[in-house]
């Protein structure tokens, strides 16, 4: 007997079920709606910041890079450059970025290298999770983790940027 895999959906419709489910929707996680909302104590949210900023300042926000070995060779080389030229662009500086931020959440320097010296666990899972599927994975599965983490962290940052200024008091030179 032999088994034929049958697609239930086209692969954009199933991409859009995955982004619907639960699990998927960080935006409405009750911590990120604390914070939205200006409920979650600016000293948790200090906290919470800290704990994930090795996944997206220090050699953590180069995880995405991994994805450029599964795609074509002219796509990646396409992709490479835009990420080159971003390290050339002042503005594009993660760890500068969020090291103010922080600042302005009341982060003093030390606790913002000592989070960067000692990743928590969940920020190294989250770069060693982006990093497997980028290195390892089919083509498919690097690109539907990088399809659902592109379309939600942007969201993410964008919402708690507006939030951090209007319910945290951090100047919006800081943003």
Same mark, same amino acid.
């Given at each position: 007997?032999?088994?034929?895999?049958?697609?239930?959906?086209?692969?954009?419709?199933?991409?859009?079920?995955?982004?619907?489910?639960?699990?998927?929707?960080?935006?409405?996680?009750?911590? *990120?709606?604390? =914070?939205?909302? $200006?409920?979650?104590?600016?000293? +948790?949210?200090? !906290?919470?910041? %800290? #704990?994930?900023?090795? &996944?997206?300042?220090?050699?953590?926000?180069?995880?995405?890079?991994?994805?450029?070995?599964?795609?074509?060779?002219?796509?990646?080389?396409?992709?490479?450059?835009?990420?080159?030229?971003?390290?050339?662009?002042?503005?594009?500086?993660?760890?500068?970025? *969020?090291?103010? =931020?922080?600042? $302005?959440?009341?982060?003093?320097? +030390?606790?913002? !290298?000592?989070? %960067? #010296?000692?990743?928590? &666990?969940?920020?190294?899972?989250?770069?060693?999770?982006?990093?497997?599927?980028?290195?390892?994975?089919?083509?498919?599965?690097?690109?539907?983790?990088?399809?659902?983490?592109?379309?939600?962290?942007?969201?993410?940052?964008?919402?708690?940027?507006?939030?951090?200024?209007?319910?945290?008091?951090?100047?919006?030179?800081?943003?």
């Amino acid at each position: 007997m032999t088994l034929e895999i049958q697609a239930s959906g086209s692969p954009l419709a199933l991409i859009s079920d995955d982004a619907n489910r639960q699990e998927n929707r960080i935006l409405e996680h009750p911590v *990120w709606a604390a =914070v939205f909302n $200006g409920t979650l104590p600016k000293a +948790r949210l200090k !906290r919470l910041l %800290l #704990a994930i900023l090795p &996944a997206v300042a220090g050699p953590g926000r180069y995880a995405f890079a991994a994805k450029i070995s599964q795609i074509d060779a002219q796509d990646g080389k396409a992709l490479f450059m835009q990420l080159f030229d971003a390290t050339k662009d002042p503005e594009a500086n993660a760890d500068e970025g *969020w090291r103010r =931020v922080l600042i $302005g959440l009341g982060a003093s320097d +030390r606790e913002i !290298r000592a989070a %960067l #010296a000692t990743p928590s &666990a969940e920020a190294q899972d989250l770069v060693d999770v982006i990093r497997t599927h980028g290195l390892s994975s089919s083509a498919v599965e690097a690109a539907i983790i990088a399809y659902m983490l592109e379309r939600h962290f942007p969201q993410l940052w964008g919402k708690l940027a507006a939030r951090l200024e209007k319910h945290y008091g951090v100047p919006k030179a800081a943003l």
